[in-house]
C-alpha cells in the first residue's frame, strides 16, 4: 500500500512557519490583511469564507469580509474591488469561487490589484507564473508541489531536481490549479503532460505519469488501472457523494483511493490532504504580500 501523505501535518509545518516569520515582520509594523469578496449565497464558499476567518485571526491577521447579492451587476462587483484595493488594511483579496454566470470571471480577475492579488488570477499574475516568475503562487498547485516535495524528500531524494526528466501528467486545466499546476512542473523540467476530463483515452497517458496530479471534480475519475505502479499520486478534488447504503454523505477525490493506493508509492487522500495545505499556504501568500507592500523582504522562502 502507498505511503498516504498527512495534510494536515504539513499544514501545521506551514503554519508554524508564518509564525515565525511574523514575529520577524512586526518588528517592523508589518501587519496581514485578509478580504474576501463573495457574490451571492454559496454554502461551500460561505463555510470556506469562515474557516479563513478563522484562521487568519488566529494569527492576528485583520479580516475584511465583502458580500454582494446574487444580483449584483459587474460594476457592483468592480466598485467592490476597488474599494478592498484601495484599503490600507487589506494586503491580499480573495474572490471567492463560483461566481454567478452573469458576471464575466475574467473581467472580476483583471480588477484585482496585482499586488493583492494573492491566488495569481489576474492576467499579470498569471502571466508572471507561466514566465517562471512568479510573484505570486496559487496556494492549491503550490500544496501539490509542497507534499510532493515533502514525500520525495522523506526518501533521500532532492525536491530540487526529483522532477526533471519523469513525466508529470496533470488532469484538470483550471487557471487556480491545473494550468499554472503544468507550468511549475515545466519550471522543474519535468516533461508535462496535460489532460481534462473530456481527453480521448485518458488512461493511455494516466498510465504513463511519475508524478500524477488530478484537478477535475469528477468523483473517482482515475482508477486502479489507470495508473502505472509506484506513481506518485496527488489529488485535489474534493466532492461531496452520497453514500446510498446509509444515506450519509461523505467527502471523496477525483482518485478512487484504495485502488490507486493499492498500486501508488504515495497517494494524499481525501480529505486530510491538499485542502489542509492549500488554506495555510493562502494565509502564508497573504503574509508575503504584506511584507512586498512594507518594502521587507519576506523571510520565509516558501512565498517568495
Not at 7 to 18: C, D, K, V
Not at 20 to 30: D, G, N, P, Q, T
Not at 90 to 109: A, C, D, F, Q
Not at 240 to 254: I, M, N, P, Y
Request: aromatic share 4%.
Amino acid at each position: 500500500m502507498a505511503t498516504v501523505i498527512d495534510g494536515n501535518a504539513l499544514a501545521e509545518e506551514l503554519r508554524a512557519g508564518i509564525e515565525e516569520e511574523l514575529a520577524v515582520l512586526r518588528l517592523s509594523a508589518v501587519r496581514p490583511g485578509l478580504a474576501t469578496v463573495l457574490v451571492g449565497s454559496d454554502y461551500a464558499a460561505e463555510a470556506y469564507e469562515s474557516h479563513l476567518r478563522k484562521l487568519s485571526e488566529g494569527l492576528e491577521y485583520r479580516f475584511v469580509s465583502e458580500h454582494l447579492a446574487e444580483t449584483a451587476s459587474i460594476d457592483d462587483v468592480l466598485a467592490t474591488l476597488g474599494k478592498v484595493n484601495a484599503d490600507p488594511r487589506v494586503t491580499g483579496i480573495l474572490v471567492l469561487r463560483p461566481l454567478p454566470s452573469h458576471l464575466p470571471e475574467s473581467e472580476v480577475n483583471a480588477a484585482i490589484d496585482p499586488f493583492k492579488d494573492i491566488e495569481a488570477v489576474s492576467p499579470l499574475n498569471a502571466g508572471l507564473l507561466a514566465e517562471g516568475r512568479p510573484r505570486f503562487i496559487p496556494s492549491t498547485p503550490a500544496s501539490c508541489f509542497f507534499a510532493l516535495d515533502s514525500h520525495v524528500r522523506s526518501r533521500g531524494h532532492d525536491p530540487r531536481t526529483f522532477c526533471a526528466g519523469r513525466t508529470l501528467v496533470v488532469v484538470g486545466r483550471s487557471l487556480s490549479v491545473g494550468k499554472p499546476a503544468q507550468w511549475l512542473g515545466q519550471q522543474r523540467d519535468a516533461t508535462v503532460v496535460a489532460c481534462h476530463s473530456r481527453t480521448r483515452n485518458l488512461a493511455e497517458f494516466t498510465r504513463q505519469a511519475d508524478v500524477l496530479i488530478v484537478s477535475t471534480g469528477v468523483p473517482g475519475l482515475v482508477t486502479a488501472d489507470m495508473v502505472r505502479d509506484g506513481v506518485i499520486a496527488i489529488d485535489v478534488g474534493i466532492n461531496a457523494v452520497k453514500d446510498h447504503s446509509t444515506g450519509k454523505t461523505r467527502l471523496v477525490g477525483d482518485l478512487d483511493f484504495d485502488g490507486v493506493a493499492a498500486r501508488a508509492e504515495a497517494i494524499t487522500p481525501v480529505p486530510g490532504g491538499i485542502g489542509p495545505i492549500t488554506d495555510v499556504w493562502l494565509v502564508g501568500n497573504v503574509l508575503a504580500a504584506a511584507a512586498m507592500a512594507a518594502r521587507v523582504e519576506p523571510r520565509f522562502g516558501l512565498f517568495h
